[in-house]
Nanobody, 121 residues
Framework: QVQLVESGGGLVQAGGSLRLSCAAS????????MGWFRQAPGKERELIAA???????YYAESVKGRFTISRDNARNTVYLQMNSLKSEDTAVYYC???????????????WGQGTQVTVSS
């Protein structure tokens, strides 16, 4: 497992942009697949973006074309660039890590504490 700390959440107007960061501990960061989940009030937690050790990416249809996940292994950090934000994007966003390459939601077993993103309409 790896320790994860998210940052960068906040309040933004619809149509605006925000970049989330996830700082990870451990010498083997580059071996992990990294993902971003979100959970809105009353809804299930969902995987919205992921990147594996080879920088293969996954995006949920709800964010495809608007969000970009990236990683900087030298800084042990993964990012989520969020553009064209909508009110429906309001949620707590969680960083997660997995040693599996499939990057299915059930494979992520290391979690950050979450950062709130609120989009005003």
């Amino acid at each position: 497992q790896v320790q994860l700390v998210e940052s960068g959440g906040g309040l933004v107007q619809a149509g605006g942009s925000l970049r989330l960061s996830c700082a990870a501990s451990g010498r083997a960061f580059s071996n992990y697949g990294m993902g971003w989940f979100r959970q809105a009030p009353g809804k299930e937690r969902e995987l919205i973006a992921a990147v594996n050790w080879a920088t293969r990416t996954y995006y949920a249809e709800s964010v495809k074309g608007r969000f970009t996940i990236s990683r900087d292994n030298a800084r042990n950090t993964v990012y989520l660039q969020m553009n064209s934000l909508k009110s429906e994007d309001t949620a707590v966003y969680y960083c997660a890590a997995t040693l599996f390459t499939s990057m299915t939601p059930s494979d992520f077993d290391s979690w950050g504490q979450g950062t709130q993103v609120t989009v005003s309409s």
